[in-house]
């Protein structure tokens, strides 16, 4: 995965910073709208409200006080009471409580009605994006899919069987092995999605995340020559949103190379899981600040100009440091990450054909 994957040393600076705090909640609240939960040893779960006084100023309180900070409307009181229940303080934590809420109609009638929309077509994409995982490895490995898709009934028969046992002797695996470590890939993968060549396989809000950092990125211009100050707080954010994507994009890229060269991902899967694992983690902790973060610039853009420089010297402060993402000396693995666009490609060739396939067998079933 390092060789091959994207700027081994951009990622290992990375690791080693200190983690960012806690995770964004998505509270309505304007004055809630850049805060974080995190479990803290000392203090239990807490808030950390950054920005609050619009003056880049942070502040930290227990979490059961938060009502107390600013007014809450019935969907932030929803979230507020959930966090608190089930102690969450990661962006995945988070994230699945804001879907359960929505599933259970807290949220209103059309989040309930989009939420149950969205977990019934994850429900079918997952299963699909196993199989397709399985096919890839086996053609990875040699296996020919043209008599296997010829005949439906062939994907039960000696076939299949056949395919799966030569695959496993040329990964160097049992072949036990084969199908629980391809279902922990494939939920792995949630969060970063796959594409193909013309249509997302499977949606993945890092990936989609990160798309929207980079659009923001470059739709951010300077407001005028009579306002210095402002262009430059407005530069900075801007060049923080280009680094987030440039980094996300290597990692997403490392992600998709542990599914292009599968056959060694699935050989290595006890070393492979845990440093995916981080990686995505990380991942989730730097982007999920940003949707806060944007909205507020568009905010601060609309307010009144004499105001302008001051508040977005604010939302500058609570940016997230990064790592340098110009290694001095050149590795294996910055090189493959010159360009963090081209791994997604040529996956995104190789897994195409495998998933029409899927889509006419289905047609004719």
């Known amino acids: 995965m390092w060789d091959a994957g994207s700027g081994s040393t951009i990622l290992r600076n990375w690791f080693g910073q200190r983690?960012?705090?806690?995770?964004?909640?998505?509270?309505?609240?304007?004055?809630?709208?850049?805060?974080?939960?995190?479990?803290?040893?000392?203090?239990?779960?807490?808030?950390?409200?950054?920005?609050?006084?619009?003056?880049?100023?942070a502040y930290i309180v227990p979490w059961k006080s938060l009502p107390l900070m600013a007014k809450m409307t019935d969907h932030d009181m929803a979230l507020h009471a959930a966090v608190a229940e089930t102690n969450a303080s990661t962006p995945e934590q988070v994230r699945s409580i804001v879907s359960d809420l929505a599933s259970s109609g807290a949220l209103g009638p059309e989040a309930k009605s989009r939420e149950a929309a969205r977990t019934e077509t994850e429900r079918g994409r997952f299963a699909d994006v196993e199989l397709l995982l399985i096919l890839h490895l086996l053609t990875t490995c040699?296996?020919?899919?043209?008599?296997?898709a010829a005949d439906p009934a062939r994907w039960r028969d000696k076939d299949a069987k056949a395919a799966v046992a030569a695959a496993a002797v040329a990964v160097g695996v049992k072949r036990k092995d084969i199908q629980p470590r391809i279902a922990e890939l494939t939920a792995l993968l949630?969060?970063?999605?796959?594409?193909?060549?013309?249509?997302?396989?499977?949606?993945?809000?890092?990936?989609?995340l990160r798309d929207e950092i980079e659009e923001f990125s470059q739709s951010l211009v300077p407001?005028?020559?009579?306002?210095?100050?402002?262009?430059?707080?407005?530069?900075?954010?801007?060049?923080?949103?280009?680094?987030?994507v440039q980094l996300a994009g290597i990692v997403i890229n490392m992600v998709d190379y542990s599914v292009l060269d599968i056959i060694s991902t699935i050989r290595r899967w006890q070393t492979e899981l845990p440093v995916l694992k981080q990686a995505l983690a990380r991942l989730a902790l730097m982007l999920d600040e940003w949707p806060a973060l944007i909205k507020s610039v568009h905010d601060v853009l609309r307010g009144p100009p004499d105001g302008i420089a001051?508040?977005?010297?604010?939302?500058?402060?609570?940016l997230t440091k990064l790592p340098d993402l110009a290694p001095a000396a050149p590795d294996r693995g910055s090189q493959a990450g010159?360009?963090?666009?081209?791994?997604?490609?040529?996956l995104a060739a190789r897994l195409s054909p495998i998933w029409a396939m899927l889509h006419a067998r289905r047609a004719v079933m």
């Open 142 to 148: 040699g296996a020919d899919l043209t008599n296997l």
């Open 19 to 57: 983690r960012p705090r806690g995770a964004a909640v998505p509270f309505e609240a304007a004055a809630l709208r850049m805060a974080r939960v995190c479990d803290d040893e000392r203090d239990g779960l807490i808030a950390i409200l950054r920005d609050f006084a619009n003056n880049g100023t």
């Open 310 to 318: 001051s508040a977005l010297r604010g939302l500058r402060s609570v």
């Open 223 to 244: 407001l005028s020559s009579a306002s210095p100050q402002a262009d430059a707080q407005l530069q900075a954010i801007a060049e923080s949103a280009k680094g987030t």
């Open 338 to 346: 010159a360009d963090t666009g081209a791994v997604s490609q040529v």
């Open 190 to 208: 949630a969060p970063v999605g796959l594409v193909g060549t013309d249509e997302v396989i499977q949606a993945g809000w890092l990936r989609v």
